[in-house]
């Protein structure tokens, strides 16, 4: 026996083969410093982990309704209204344990076989893997670092066809750091709003924002009964391993994800969504402060790549990465992400764990300390002024 064709071809993200790497080189006395992993590395706040032992405590360890509880979708349909500037409803919420969830369940519950799935490249690896998992096809668009790694708009619109079934927007944007500028949203919402398209936003990194606030395809006229929005607790609220995610879409998809996730999860863990709502209704100070530390990080990392031969690095808008180009160096993504951690001491990604279009960038998580950081422009510049 076997597993199937569809399994096999699933990709893996290249972040946790890298950790696993690293891991391995530890282990045998190397020191490595750690930029591969898109975590951040502060603890949870201490007001929502009490809010999860409060909730253990009064019970919420049993079986909870399949779409979440009602005052956590009710707390977070307020919250999305408010900031997408929508009318969202708790009928609209779907509350799944991480944000791939909704990834997975809005692909399997839209795409037929031979439908196409238009998707930023570089990008997260699970659009292009789920959109091939159900059969669909994976149409990439490349992202221009020019544009702020935003996309071509001309290049986008000739990729659209009477196959396009589902758009996947990710801003701020992993692996780039990039956002897509309102004026190219309201573009894009004027190619589609008449077709029978939807739109997958991701959302995951709409807090972490440097400059300006973050803008919803969702918000503009026509357009939220076509978009899924994608967010969670993970990345603003340092509770990755809490697996606490939602999408808000319109109600018809809502009874097919909610189809999917009774099938695979039954529910969300009960008291991790009583932290949610603590998240989300409490005081806001520790994220101010995480995206305060992580602004000066961004910027002491960017301008050390920019000093090291043969990088260049553009300020990412937002999340945690940087994504320098390393053309003029002269060595392939790839294998210069295996000498930095080999050789180096460096853990960081390939642009290609993101897609074609990635080759001639790293991408660095900068969710580590500055101390950290610094050490590791060191090491990386060591390593180019020795390799000339």
Not at 296 to 305: E, F, M, N, P, T
Request: glycine fraction near 10%.
């Amino acid at each position: 026996m076997q597993i199937t064709q569809r399994t096999s071809g699933l990709l893996q993200e290249g972040a946790f083969k890298v950790l696993m790497r690293a891991r391995q080189l530890e282990a045998q006395g190397k020191n490595i410093v750690h930029l591969e992993i898109g975590e951040p590395d502060f603890d949870t706040p201490a007001n929502i982990v009490a809010a999860g032992k409060k909730a253990l405590d009064e019970g919420y360890t049993h079986y909870g309704p399949t779409p979440g509880l009602m005052p956590f979708r009710e707390v977070i349909a307020d919250y999305v209204s408010r900031t997408r500037g929508i009318k969202a409803t708790p009928e609209m919420v779907s509350v799944v344990p991480g944000g791939k969830p909704i990834i997975c369940f809005t692909i399997l519950a839209l795409i037929e076989a031979g439908d196409e799935v238009i998707y930023p490249n570089p990008g997260f690896p699970m659009y292009e893997s789920l959109a091939k998992f159900a059969g669909g096809i994976p149409v990439p668009v490349p992202l221009v670092e020019d544009r702020g790694f935003s996309f071509d708009m001309n290049v986008l619109r000739e990729k659209l066809s009477p196959k396009t079934k589902l758009i996947v927007l990710n801003s701020p944007h992993n692996p780039t750091g990039g956002r897509i500028p309102r004026k190219e949203l309201e573009e894009l919402a004027d190619m589609i709003r008449d077709r029978d398209i939807m739109v997958l936003s991701d959302e995951i990194y709409s807090r972490i924002c440097y400059e300006g606030e973050p803008f919803s395809i969702a918000a503009l006229p026509g357009m939220q009964e076509k978009t899924i929005i994608l967010d969670g607790f993970s990345k603003t609220y340092a509770m990755t391993g809490w697996r606490l995610g939602y999408g808000v879409m319109p109600e018809w998809l809502l009874a097919g994800v909610t189809q999917l996730m009774g099938n695979s999860n039954s529910c969300t863990a009960s008291f991790t969504q009583m932290a949610g709502i603590e998240a989300l209704t409490g005081p806001q100070t520790a994220v101010d402060n995480m995206v305060a530390e992580f602004r000066k990080r961004r910027d002491a990392i960017v301008a050390g790549l920019n000093k090291i031969p043969g990088v260049s690095c553009k300020v990412p808008a937002g999340a945690f990465y940087a994504f320098p180009n390393i053309t003029k160096t002269g060595i392939k993504s790839k294998v210069l992400a295996t000498a930095l951690l080999e050789e180096a001491g460096v853990a960081c990604l390939s642009g290609t764990d993101f897609g074609q279009y990635g080759e001639g960038y790293l991408r660095f998580s900068y969710a580590n300390s500055l101390d950290n950081i610094n050490e590791a422009l060191r090491r990386f510049e060591k390593y180019i002024t020795s390799h000339k």
